[in-house]
């Protein structure tokens, strides 16, 4: 049975406290605010700029985690003892076409929709959408209902149960809250690609792409143009982020 909504009177509220809230540090030295607002040494997020992926199936390794291990690893997911309580910003999964019996492996993640759902449902404001089309959570206004959790098509969030030790001072997590991908954004406003994408490339691969969606200049947007890559949950009207190849 799922949450009933929360009373305007007590969505205000929460919008209320969530705002007073914000001018708090998670972390050493870190304040989401200023990462939702900044791409580099004060440089704002742009509207110009969208940044994606695309992840070519026929290039991903069925038995390869190379990319799930990069992520753990950046963002401080490796620290829980039990495997049972790590969580996983981007999973592998197992993909077979009914009438050929064609099965494909790929990674699933946040696909940094420009019609997130997560954001629609979100009563604080905790979910939003940077300008450069990444989708982060801002756990300083996180009340943990889970709403997002329920919204996403991609079940691509996940829930913080317990406290968290070791955490890196770019990634600021909490418990309570909801986390999920975030493209590695503390990468890209250091122009960097996002740590799954990077070891992808170093297992020679070559399964995934990152860049620069409305450049048409960029690979990735060439690509695009090139080969006919689908969005998952195409009918849903999301227009993701991510998109593959070969699914």
């Known amino acids: 049975m799922s949450a009933s909504p929360p009373e305007p009177s007590r969505r205000a509220l929460l919008g209320a406290g969530a705002a007073a809230a914000a001018g708090l540090a ?32 026929n290039r991903c390794a069925a038995g390869c985690t190379a990319c799930v291990d990069a992520c753990s690893q950046e963002n401080g997911l490796d620290s829980a003892i039990d495997l049972r309580q790590r969580p996983q910003w981007i999973r592998k999964i197992e993909l077979k076409e009914d009438r050929s019996g064609r099965e494909v492996s790929l990674p699933m993640m946040c696909q940094h929709c420009a019609e997130p759902p997560c954001v629609d449902v979100c009563p604080t404001g905790a979910s939003f959408k940077r300008a450069d089309g990444i989708v982060l959570v801002d756990r300083h206004s996180c009340i ?23 955490q890196k001072a770019d990634v600021p997590r909490g418990k309570g809250c909801v986390e999920g991908c975030t493209l590695c954004v503390h990468r890209i406003d250091r122009d960097k690609k996002p740590a799954c994408v990077q070891a992808c490339a170093e297992t020679e ?20 143009r090139g080969a006919a890559s689908v969005a998952l949950r195409a009918d849903l009207q999301l227009d993701p982020g991510v998109r593959y190849l070969g699914v």
């Open 205 to 224: 691969q070559g399964a995934m792409l990152f860049g620069d969606m409305n450049d048409p200049s960029s690979e990735i947007s060439q690509r695009l």
């Open 144 to 166: 943990g209902c889970r709403y997002c959790i329920m919204a996403c098509p991609y079940k691509a969030r996940s829930f913080v149960h317990e406290p968290l030790t070791h």
């Open 26 to 57: 998670l972390a050493p030295g870190m304040r989401l605010i200023e990462l939702a607002q900044a791409r580099s040494a004060g440089e704002p997020a742009s509207g110009l700029v969208r940044w994606g992926m695309l992840i070519d199936a």
